[in-house]
C-alpha cells in the first residue's frame, strides 16, 4: 500500500516512518511538512493512504480533504482528541492520538 505522511513535525514524521517500517505491505512514497507540500504529494504520487495530521501552520488536514478532488484512506494523527468525531464524519479510517 502507497502511503504518505504529512505532520508539520520532522520529528512525528520520523517516528511515523519508523513505527511504519514494521509493516512491509505499507511502502511509505513520501512526506509532507505543509498543506500546500501534501496536496501536490497527493496529487503526484497518488498514495492510497495518508496519515495526515489535523493542526499545520497554513491549514488542516481538513481543508487539505476539501480541496482535493479525490482523496485517498486517510489515518488522521494528532495531539487533539477534540477532532474525532470530524474525522470520521469524512470517512477517516482511524484517529490517532500523539504520541503514537
Known amino acids: 500500500m502507497r502511503t504518505l505522511i504529512v505532520d508539520d513535525e520532522r520529528l512525528a514524521r520520523n517516528e511515523m ?8 505491505g505499507l511502502v511509505i ?3 509532507a511538512a505543509n498543506p500546500h507540500e501534501a496536496r501536490a504529494a497527493i496529487e503526484t504520487l497518488a498514495p492510497d ?3 495526515l495530521d489535523v493542526q499545520m501552520p497554513g491549514g488542516s488536514g481538513f481543508d487539505i480533504l476539501a480541496s482535493l478532488d479525490t482523496a485517498p484512506a486517510v489515518i488522521f494523527t494528532t495531539a487533539f482528541d477534540g477532532y474525532a468525531l470530524r474525522a470520521f464524519d469524512v470517512s477517516a479510517l482511524d484517529y490517532l492520538l500523539k504520541p503514537i
Do not use: C, D, K, S
Open 29 to 31: 512514497v513520501g512526506e
Open 49 to 51: 493512504l495518508v496519515f
Open 17 to 24: 516512518r519508523r513505527l511504519l517500517a514494521a509493516h512491509p
